[in-house]
């Protein structure tokens, strides 16, 4: 089942930005394992918060030499790796651009925790730089090499909010009908109102605009994949050594919440359910991340086509049924903890996902064989657990008042 066979099929050159990461780190593999040339570029700032939070990804996590070099071992297969901020060193990133002239960028280089981002004033702002910098200097410099490179983005479907008042919520545009100033009725597609909430969540609505008047203005070919909750360690390319293994996060920042539920289960915590787990959340399997990124490369938007925008979920969620189902699985209990976050205690969310379903995807869904492989990992790493760095401590107002969401 290792789809990466083809290793010698020339491919095409694409860079990974934020390649490092949970999402880039198998994106990179399975890119390469299809025969692509690629190219890493990460500033390591995930390993860096790590460090300051005093936490750790459950999985073991390898110098990126060791990486490279085990890939090389298995594969046969070459990846090349730049350490840039791509928020900061704009002439390094037009440097490696010019040279590699690359046909894809794929950007995951972002700061991508909510909690992470409501902790400080520092926190915000840090958040607010780096994501607003990363994607606008990245723009810029696809302009300025004057090549015609594809960008594909990974943003957020919280970036729709979670009140959808009962609309089926479409791939970025929304339909509406205005009445002109001549009483006539007018039928448009605008960008779908964004409603984040958290600054990290406003990060991606901003980059959604830059995508926009980057498109119109310059015709930079983009695809814009607002993705759902990501759970799962490993992929075909991550399995086949421990040291292309990839990142666990489990603590209250960092740690999403499927895979949070299955840790805990795993080290006799609690499972740890935010007010009554009436929220509603899109999930897809890191698996089908990768794929879903194989094919927003092998369908680029034609040339002065607008932002193309798909909806990468495959499936929806209430948070206290996934507790419950993690909780059947393992015998685990189920603690309902104060809400930390300003969110809507219940809400309905239904969201189209056509687009990469007519492209080829064949959705994994929540699988009791998947749950319990990622139980087994946890299981497996157990004593790596700091049991401190389980609660989720971010609060999202100073004075957090549970239920001042209703207010509003
Ligand atoms: P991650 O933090 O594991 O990976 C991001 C990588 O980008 C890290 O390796 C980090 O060091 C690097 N990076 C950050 N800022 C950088 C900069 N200025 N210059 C260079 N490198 C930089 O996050 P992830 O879970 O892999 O998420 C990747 C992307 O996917 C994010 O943009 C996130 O918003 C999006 N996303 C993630 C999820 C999820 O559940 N993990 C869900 C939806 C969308
Ligand atoms: N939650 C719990 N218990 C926990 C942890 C979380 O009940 O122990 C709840 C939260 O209150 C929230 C929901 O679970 O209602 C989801 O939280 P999360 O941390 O799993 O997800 P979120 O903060 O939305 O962020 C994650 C990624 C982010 C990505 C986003 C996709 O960190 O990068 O953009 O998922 S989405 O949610 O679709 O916007």
Request: charge should be negative.
């Amino acid at each position: 089942n290792f789809e990466s066979a083809n290793f010698f099929k020339p491919g095409k050159k694409i860079m990974v930005l934020g390649g490092d990461g949970f999402c880039g780190w198998p994106t990179s593999l399975h890119l390469s394992g299809l025969g692509h040339e690629v190219t890493i570029i990460d500033n390591f700032s995930r390993r860096n918060i790590d460090n300051e939070l005093e936490s750790n990804s459950l999985t073991p996590v390898y110098p990126m030499g060791t990486r490279l070099n085990a890939w090389e071992e298995m594969s046969g297969q070459f990846i090349d790796f730049h350490r840039i901020d791509i928020a900061v060193e704009y002439e390094k990133l037009l440097q490696i651009v010019n040279e590699k002239k690359p046909d894809v960028i794929v950007h995951f280089a972002e700061q991508r925790s909510a909690p992470y981002s409501m902790k400080s004033p520092a926190h915000k702002r840090y958040t607010i730089n780096n994501n607003l910098n990363a994607t606008h200097n990245l723009l810029s410099v696809i302009v300025e090499s004057g090549l015609d490179i594809h960008l594909v983005h990974l943003g957020s479907v919280g970036i729709y909010g979670y009140g959808t008042a009962g609309i089926k919520i479409p791939e970025g545009y929304l339909d509406v009908e205005v009445q002109t100033e001549t009483g006539e009725r007018l039928k448009k597609q605008i960008l779908y109102p964004t409603n984040p909430e958290s600054i990290y969540h406003l990060t991606k609505s901003q980059d959604q605009l830059l995508f926009f008047y980057y498109n119109k203005n310059d015709q930079v070919r983009i695809t814009d994949l607002h993705q759902g909750i990501v759970w799962g360690t490993n992929t075909n390319e991550t399995s086949l050594d421990e040291r292309l293994m990839n990142r666990f996060d489990y603590d209250g920042d960092y740690g999403t919440v499927l895979n949070r539920f299955l840790m805990q289960a795993a080290v006799g915590h609690p499972i740890t359910v935010h007010g009554t787990g009436g929220q509603t959340r899109a999930f897809i399997h890191i698996q089908d991340t990768v794929r879903c990124i194989q094919l927003a490369i092998e369908n680029p938007p034609l040339p002065e086509e607008r932002v193309m925008i798909f909806n990468q979920v495959t499936e929806t969620y209430r948070i206290r049924e996934l507790a419950e189902l993690v909780s059947n699985l393992t015998g685990a209990p189920i603690q309902y903890v104060p809400n930390p976050r300003n969110e809507p205690a219940e809400n309905e969310l239904s969201i189209s996902n056509d687009h990469l379903l007519s492209k080829g995807l064949n959705p994994i869904t929540l699988d009791h064989g998947l749950m319990q492989e990622v139980t087994m990992i946890a299981r497996k790493y157990a004593h790596r657990v700091n049991h401190a760095k389980i609660p989720a401590t971010s609060t999202w107002t100073k004075e957090k008042q549970p239920g001042v969401y209703d207010a509003f």
